[in-house]
């Protein structure tokens, strides 16, 4: 669940996706391997969770959709924090 921070701004999908996969026990490579499973699709790998993880990438919606099923959460609140991250890489880079 996206928590909202002191400042009301929702958390960022970095801090969500690390949150969500902490919250079940699972490793970055479980969570690859959920991923290969459900979408059929093994192209991503653990390096590439790592780097959405560490917010260095922002998942497009191909893997958003399917990170929402693996790990049981909205659409919706996955675009949200997507945003929250563009828009603090933005502030960064002006």
Not at 12 to 20: D, G, R, V, W, Y
Not at 53 to 61: D, N, S, Y
């Amino acid at each position: 669940m996206a928590a909202n921070s002191e400042c009301g701004e929702m958390t960022p999908l970095c801090e969500l996706l690390t949150e969500q996969r902490i919250s079940k026990g699972w490793s970055q490579c479980d969570l690859v391997t959920r991923l290969h499973t459900l979408s059929g699709n093994d192209s991503v790998t653990r390096e590439e969770v790592s780097r959405w993880e560490r917010g260095k990438r922002i998942p497009g919606p191909y893997w958003r959709q399917w990170l929402g099923d693996v790990l049981d959460t909205s659409s919706r609140e996955l675009e949200l924090a997507a945003a929250v991250a563009r828009r603090r890489r933005r502030t960064l880079i002006d």
